[in-house]
């Protein structure tokens, strides 16, 4: 298929969005689309040529002048070309099923059913080829335009993906939906949708590559919708599994080491150093101690085992998995009167925030340890050095972060107030830890 240009006059509103209009397409009412960025806005306008072209031959496609429209332009305009490629479009928006007989022998296709062979899913594979095309890509959920309840994605209607996914924590749902599989996670007395997608989107504004997270709607329920990043052939070997596999010298069982799915973080170091899988990887135990470092700026206090791990491809390569299951974020979770509390006693506030704060890891005594006292004492070196360039970029992303308590729409006016004094009062304390380990000034966030 072939590929268009057409010109579009844009420009940057006060607000630091972008407005865009096409200029071919302005027969009874301007094509016109406002985005959060640039290439929002691009995205938006893309959509808007391939739905208006969509059935029409392509003989009767606008004629488009891109040197001739950007001379009528002047300042603050100014022109960009949108590549529309129908393709593409049609891949990613024109995915609906379409029904097709298909005569098979009998024995072909009982050979078929007993391997558990999708005959729909061979043949659309074997059409892509014959006609030398790439396979469509993956689209994700578009929430970078979308505010308020328009932030909450409705897939009461998405088909089953045939997917299961383990954990007791939640009853989850395999969804397939936007060319991509998805997991649907029900709420539930420890898991709040809001928190989880606060949590995901911290790691991500942190720079860590993370699990797609968004609030969602199914039927009455508000929970979240999360991106599976495992693809075809891809298995997902959770640091549980390592300790399944490996027997350490001098330990005889790991599980009496686990209370309540929680581990020693000595025993946890231990495997770091012994186990042939992570002696020659020191990303693994730098990636541990970043989790250790950001949940317990965000309060998620059950990073188990199972909740973090490494992507084995079906090729063998093996690559640290994406930042998932981060329900736990902003624990324990207090009452609004425990809230007002707080918030008019200082003491209060930092003894939720900081002093009493505890993650999902074990001292000796099998007791949980509190992540601020132990990395403000005699702490593991790597983590000092995982700290000594996490904490600046902490601090420079402050504002990004506690920006998400606002365009979260599922928390509570009280929510964000409370959850933005808790992490001041934590970058605080980190500050004055940077300080000491490092020199100079600590930050400049205030309490």
Known sequence: MIRYFYPAIIRKLDDGKYAGQLPDFNEREPFTAVGKSLGDLS????KK????????????????????????ISSPYTVILIDFDELKYQQQYCSKAVTKTVSLPYWLNEMANREHIKCAQVLQ??????LHLDEPQEASFDLSSAEGEDAIIDVTNAPSSGRVYGGNDTQKLGLRT???NWMFKFPSKDHRAAAEVFGAEVYDIL??????????????????????????GDILQPFESYMTTFLPKNLTDWRARLAHGRMELETTLLLFREHPAFRRWPEVRERFWDLFLVDALIGNTQRMPSDWGILQHADGALKLAPVYDNGATLSPLPTEDEMKEMLSDVNKLNAYAVDDAICAFLDADGKPIHPFTYLAG????????????????????????????DDIPAFTNLERQFYREVLRWRVSFLGETYAEFFGGEDSDVEA
């Open 43 to 46: 995205d938006q306008l893309f």
């Open 49 to 72: 040529i391939g739905d208006f072209l969509l059935g029409k031959d392509a003989k009767k496609y606008p004629p488009s002048d891109p040197v001739e429209v950007s001379l009528m």
């Open 125 to 130: 594979r074997a059409l892509i080829q014959q």
């Open 178 to 180: 936007h060319g991509a």
């Open 207 to 232: 720079g860590f590559p993370v699990q797609e997270t968004y609030l969602a709607r199914y039927g009455e329920t508000t929970g979240v919708i999360c991106k599976d990043f495992c693809r075809k």
């Open 378 to 405: 005699d702490s593991d070196p790597r983590l000092r050095k995982e700290f000594s360039w996490l904490y600046p970029k902490i601090v420079d992303k402050m504002d990004d972060m506690t920006g998400l308590l």
